[in-house]
């Protein structure tokens, strides 16, 4: 991988592109060398939906569509998401509370990423290894 618009050693631009067992695709991107633009988004063909990271000064909206209507705002406040993820490990630690993040989940995120790397690699696709 090379920087594009950026003196950044590692680069500045990852997509990688899967396909779900269920037969859904999912496009995973991240741009280092733009503004912030902090977002998870939805797509289908009958409607999408937007998550924007709330709590960073540059991108503050987002949105729902649907087909054929205009976009619906739902704001939500901002939430202290690095906090939050912090006291919930620290919970776990102390096993006042489980990670709300099951461990099954952690490493099937892993094996999603290592395939990622193996496809910036290799130039192919690369399967994600099955987690028991």
Known sequence: MTAT????ANGD??????TCTSGASLLLS???????AGRFAVDGNRGWAELRD???PEAREGWVRRRGALPVVADDPASAAVRAKTEAFADAAERRAAYPVPQAEMIATIAACEAICRAAASSKVEPVARVP
């Open 30 to 36: 991240a741009i280092l060398a733009t503004p912030f």
């Open 5 to 8: 618009g950026s003196d950044l």
């Open 13 to 18: 631009t990852l997509g990688a592109l899967a």
């Open 54 to 56: 709330k709590a960073h």
